[in-house]
Structures are given as structure tokens and as C-alpha cells.
């Protein structure tokens, strides 16, 4: 499988912005659809947004729509999220993830990065 590795984490404040990048190994990265997730403390991990394969098509949690932006470059086998205005609430280990089907399911996913952690203060 896809070896996903997460960075960008960091301690911020409330309304801050900060762009997470997660590299896949190998020359496969194109054939993915990729996806970010989230985790909070003694909270479920929960799906935070995706994108195609070629970049075309994004979908994203309403929680995170109009703030955060999903984004890659297949040429260097790199999967970004920039946040914007983050919030307290999103405080979590990030997670990327990639899967050939399009869904908000950790289970359909094939496989997982280690996890960044945000922290926002407020």
C-alpha cells in the first residue's frame, strides 16, 4: 500500500491560517482519490474533505466548507489543506488518507498517514 506521511501541524490562534502537506511514496499517488480526516480528544475521527485523482473535483464537510482548501500536485506526490480562520473546535490529529471510491468512511479508505497535530487557541 501507499506510504502517506502528514506535516504542517502546529499551535495557532483562533482566525490563524496554517497549510498541512501529507507525501505519498512510491509513483502511484495519481491513482488515488485523496483525503483529509480529523480526530479530537475522545472524539471519533471524522472525514474533513477529498480530491480527485486529477485535482478537478473537491468535497468538503460543512463544518470546514468555505474556510479550508484541499489541494495537490501529482508531480511531487503531495497532498495539501490549507486552513483558513481556523477555530478552536478545529483542534485535532490531521490524518490523509487514500481510497479509489469517493466517501466520508474511514473504512473505505485503503491507507493512512501517521497524523499531524493542530491545536488552535483561543
Known amino acids: 500500500q501507499v506510504q502517506l506521511v502528514e506535516s504542517g501541524g502546529g499551535l495557532v490562534q483562533a482566525g490563524d491560517s496554517l497549510r498541512l502537506s501529507c507525501v505519498a511514496s512510491g509513483r502511484t499517488f495519481s491513482s488515488y482519490i485523496m483525503n483529509w480526516f480529523r480526530q479530537g480528544p475522545g472524539k471519533a475521527r471524522e472525514f474533513v474533505a477529498r480530491?480527485?485523482?486529477?485535482?478537478?473535483?473537491?468535497y468538503y464537510a460543512d463544518s470546514v466548507k468555505g474556510r479550508f482548501i484541499i489541494s495537490r500536485d501529482n508531480a511531487e506526490n503531495t497532498l495539501y489543506l490549507q486552513m483558513n480562520t481556523l477555530k478552536p473546535e478545529d483542534t485535532a490529529v490531521y490524518y490523509c488518507?487514500?481510497?479509489?471510491?469517493?466517501?466520508?468512511?474511514?473504512?473505505?479508505?485503503?491507507?493512512w498517514g501517521q497524523g499531524t497535530q493542530v491545536t488552535v487557541s483561543s
Open positions: 488518507a487514500a481510497s479509489t471510491l469517493p466517501s466520508v468512511l474511514g473504512s473505505y479508505m485503503h491507507s
Open positions: 480530491i480527485s485523482q486529477s485535482g478537478s473535483t473537491k
